[in-house]
DNA sequence: GTATCTGCAAAGAATTTGCAATCCT
DNA sequence: AGGATTGCAAATTCTTTGCAGATAC
């Protein structure tokens, strides 16, 4: 693989983005410094990295494909009220993912998990 | 509201499906008894009957949006074989939710999950 | 040099929507 | 009658792709 200005450019703006990007966000942010920056390559890069497993693709229920930097097993909560994406780390991923292989018969192998909920600053302004 | 043939019959199929059919597999259904029916009707009602909460709509990876007959809670399995998705009933729903609760702040409300595997029927032709 | 990568624009896939005609009640 | 619902087609939204030119090695 060649080395690419614009492939860094998105691996460098998805890692340092503390929320999960959109392609368009990506895409947007990318154009500040390089204006001339497609987004046929944004997409195509972006899934490139997620095949080079350097970062990761999370579908969201309703809505666009979001990107992740962090690529060790993590579960996602999406907020209903202001539409924020939180991590959410589980110590007992493996004994969920025993109960429901013994149960099923089946097996488990990615479950990149997304919850639907309110996160805790728009409980806060619910009050 | 009114009564419509075609939301009947739309429910009709997705009660009756013990899969979980996507629009265009309802569509394909539907215009066996309906020929005339068009898609953009079939995605209106499955979208009311989602609203109505008499169906259920899934959002799997990377795929078609599905629709599922079973309201209750539960959550799924996508086999990365054969492409079919599986019900998956948790008893410890609630200690789940609530560990998450806990430790984050946020509220769950729903979660359907949706896990990637590999179901026990592909499991077998491997060997 | 040449294979990879890019920008552009067009194509694709899934879903939604505007509108005139039709159907319930 | 009159509002809800439909069929149709066009529009949207998100993402992928074909291609000719640019870039990295």
Redesign the pocket.
């Known amino acids: 693989?060649?080395?690419?200005?614009?492939?860094n450019l998105?691996l460098d703006i998805v890692n340092n983005s503390h929320n999960h990007p959109?392609?368009?966000i990506v895409y947007a942010i990318a154009k500040d410094s390089?204006p001339?920056?497609?987004?046929?390559?944004?997409?195509?890069?972006?899934?490139?990295l997620v095949e080079l497993g350097q970062i990761k693709k999370i579908?969201i229920y309703?809505?666009?494909?979001?990107f992740d930097k962090t690529i060790t097993h993590h579960h996602h909560l999406v907020c209903i009220k202001c539409g924020r994406t939180f991590d959410i780390l589980l110590e007992d991923k493996d004994e969920l993912c025993n109960v429901i292989e013994k149960s099923t018969g089946h097996t488990i192998i990615t479950n990149d998990l997304v919850f639907k909920g309110i996160c805790k600053d728009c409980k806060k302004e619910e009050r």
């Open positions: 693989m060649k080395n690419s200005n614009q492939r998105i959109t392609a368009d390089m001339n920056i497609s987004l046929g390559t944004v997409y195509r890069n972006l899934n490139l579908a309703n809505g666009q494909d979001r």
